[in-house]
C-alpha cells in the first residue's frame, strides 16, 4: 500500500517535460499509473509500484511517493486523490497540555484543526460523523470526536496564520480582546503576554510578534473546555517564546 502526494502549487506542467508520466515504468508499459486530468497529473495509488522515480524525475520536486505496511488502516483524513494523508491522532486530556512537534506537512495543523471541531474528519471518503463514530467507537478519541460533533465541549482555537486576522477584523485591540474575555481573564493575559500598551492600536497596524501574543490572548480568554493553539511561536523573539 503506498500514498501518492502531489504538491499543487509546485507542480507546473506547463514548465516541465512531463517527467513524472515518461519516465514512470508502469506507464511505459501501458497502465494509466500517471495521468493527466484538466492539465495536472493523477496518480492511481493502486497502479504505482512505489519505486520513486517520478519523485527524482519531476524537476519541481512535486511528488511525495510513501510506502506504507499493508495493515495500515484508511486515513483519518485526505484532502482529496493525491492529497495529504493523516493517519493519527492525539486524545486530548482535560487538564493536561499535550504538544504536537514534527517538520511541516506532517499534518499538525490539520489534526488541530479535527481536534478543536473546524475540520469533519472524512477516513479518506467523503464519510459522515456516523462512519467517523463507528470507526473509533469505544475509544477515548471517539468519545472526545462524538462530543466535539455533538457541541457537549466548547473549544478555543488560536489559528495558525494569524495575518489574515486584519482580514477578518477591522478595530482596536482592545475591542477584538474584550469581544473573547468570556472568563475575566484578559488583565492577566494582557500582563503576562506584555499586550497592554497595544490596546488601543488598530489591528492592522500591529506587527507580526504583537498580532501573534493578541491572538494568543484572545483564544486564551474564551471560556472552553479545550484550548488549541496553532504554532505559537511564528514572530515572537526568543525570550517571548
Ligand atoms: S509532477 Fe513534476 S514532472 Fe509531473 S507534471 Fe508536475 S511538475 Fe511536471
Ligand atoms: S513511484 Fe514509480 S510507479 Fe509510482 S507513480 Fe512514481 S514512477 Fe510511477
Not at 495536472?40 to 510506502?67: R, W, Y
Request: charged share 25%; glycine share 10%.
Amino acid at each position: 500500500m503506498r500514498i501518492a502526494i502531489i504538491n499543487r502549487d509546485r507542480c507546473q506542467p506547463r514548465k516541465c517535460s512531463k517527467e513524472c508520466e515518461y519516465f514512470c515504468p508502469p506507464v511505459r508499459t501501458g497502465d494509466e499509473t500517471i495521468v493527466f486530468v484538466d492539465g495536472k497529473p493523477q496518480i492511481t495509488e493502486n497502479l504505482c509500484v512505489g519505486c520513486g522515480i517520478c519523485v527524482h524525475k519531476c524537476p519541481f520536486g512535486a511528488i511525495t511517493i510513501i510506502n506504507l505496511p499493508e495493515e495500515m488502516e484508511d486515513p483519518i483524513h485526505r484532502y482529496g486523490q493525491n492529497g495529504f494523508a493523516l493517519y493519527g491522532l492525539p486524545v486530548p486530556i482535560e487538564g493536561r497540555v499535550t504538544g504536537l512537534l514534527g517538520p511541516n506537512g506532517i499534518g499538525k495543523s490539520t489534526a488541530v484543526s479535527i481536534l478543536s471541531g473546524i475540520l469533519r474528519p472524512n477516513l479518506g471518503k467523503a464519510a459522515s460523523w456516523e462512519e467517523v463514530f463507528q470507526r473509533f467507537s469505544g475509544s477515548i478519541l471517539g468519545d472526545y470526536l462524538k462530543k466535539v460533533a455533538d457541541k457537549g465541549i466548547k473549544t478555543s482555537y488560536k489559528p495558525q496564520y494569524i495575518d489574515r486576522i486584519p482580514k477578518s477584523y477591522s478595530g482596536i485591540v482592545s475591542g477584538l480582546l474584550e469581544r473573547t474575555d468570556e472568563r475575566g481573564a484578559l488583565p492577566e493575559l494582557m500582563e503576562s503576554l506584555g499586550i497592554s500598551k497595544l490596546m488601543e492600536r488598530d489591528i492592522s497596524s500591529l506587527s507580526g510578534g504583537e498580532l501573534q501574543r493578541v491572538a494568543i490572548a484572545a483564544a486564551a480568554a474564551r471560556d472552553a473546555d479545550f484550548y488549541f493553539f496553532d504554532e505559537i511561536s511564528p514572530y515572537l523573539d526568543i525570550y517571548q517564546r
